[in-house]
């Protein structure tokens, strides 16, 4: 197979004698051979996931030099909502999201990031929302050694006063190999653009739902710019 498609990762001590495989970005030891199985097994099952035929309908939202946004609504034909759902289930995966049920299945939009290669690289799914809790920043605390724990940590402080919203995005999620290419930042915008007809949401009526770390920093600067 095309397991040899690898190479070494030169990330210093963290990772040493690990190897990114170039196809799936997952990280792993080659050395050790449980390792080797698990990757093989997440291998198969990503690309498959990420797999984009196409379809003779597809609702095209945008077009990108290096890609294609496609929309996906609860009403599509089974094959394009199977396809949302086992892409929000690798997401979901990868966020560490067990079986959380999706609030109301037909408010949901499902956008896909697809590459010129035919692979999903980055997916958004985005409810209606009324109402969304403003996430506060964080007091200037002293440099602690506990810094990287609370950096880390989900709960961030949320304002206890809702405020209006519109468009709740529940995931975002980028292909690990293609992030900071500005994929995130452009179905953000895209969304912004086709949620509502006739509107373009300003930033303040869409929300981010239970941010991690990388959705808070992207979200951060979004919305600041
Ligand atoms: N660290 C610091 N700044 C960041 C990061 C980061 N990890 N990611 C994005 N930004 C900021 C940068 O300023 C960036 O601009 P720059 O690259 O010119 O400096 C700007 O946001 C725009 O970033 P994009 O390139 O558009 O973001 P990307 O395509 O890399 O996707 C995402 C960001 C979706 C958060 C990606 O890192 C990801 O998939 N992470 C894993 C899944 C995840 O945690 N998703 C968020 C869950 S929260 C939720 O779904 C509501
Ligand atoms: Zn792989």
Redesign the pocket.
Known sequence: KDFKDQMIIDAGQKHYGAIICKSCGMIYTAASPEDEAQHIQHHQRFLEGIKYVGWKKERVVAEFWDGKMVLVLPDDPKYAIKKAEDVRELVDN??GFKQIVLSCPSKIKTYFFVSNERKIV?CLIAEQIKQAFRVLSEPNVPQSPNQDVLQHHRAWRCSIKPEAAICG??????FSL?????????MVDVVRNTFMYGCYLSTDEIA?????P??K??AT??CQT
């Open positions: 990868e966020l980055g995005i529940s995931r975002i999620w980028v293609m992030r900071r290419r500005g994929i995130a930042r452009r981010f739902s239970d941010p991690t990388d959705g920093l992207f600067k979004y």
